[in-house]
């Protein structure tokens, strides 16, 4: 069964930091991209960051670029992202996302999976 089920969310103020996981059932955590991507109301889906199973290769988004980790624990199936220095720009809800294919591709299409997200809401 494929899944994937975020958690970690929550309000924080700026300059804050939280830590999101993303706990994967077996066989989504076996495909080998995964990634975040976030949404603001009233604007599209956008891509945080992304990272290969290897857990070598990692992309960000210029706009996290610095500030935001993404990692796996792959003794936990899980998949981190580790946000510090949080800003009220960065204020959605975020979701975990996994693709069967190894890319880097940022569009939200490219992903096959998903969950069913966690609000993320800076204050200032």
């Known amino acids: 069964q494929v899944q994937l089920v975020e958690s970690g969310g929550g309000l924080v103020q700026a300059g804050g930091s939280l830590r999101l996981s993303c706990a994967a059932s077996e066989r989504t955590f076996s495909m080998p991209t995964m990634g975040w991507f976030r949404q603001a109301p009233g604007k599209e889906r956008e891509f945080v960051a992304s990272i290969i199973w290897s857990a070598d290769s990692t992309d960000y988004a210029d706009s996290v670029k610095g500030r935001f980790t993404i990692s796996r624990d792959n003794a936990k199936n899980t998949v981190i992202l580790q946000m510090n220095s949080l800003k009220p720009d960065d204020t959605a809800v975020y979701y975990c996302?996994?693709?069967?294919?190894?890319?880097?591709?940022?569009?939200?299409?490219?992903?096959?999976?998903w969950g069913q997200g966690t609000q993320v809401t800076v204050s200032s």
């Open positions: 996302a996994a693709d069967p294919r190894l890319h880097f591709r940022r569009a939200a299409s490219e992903y096959t999976h």
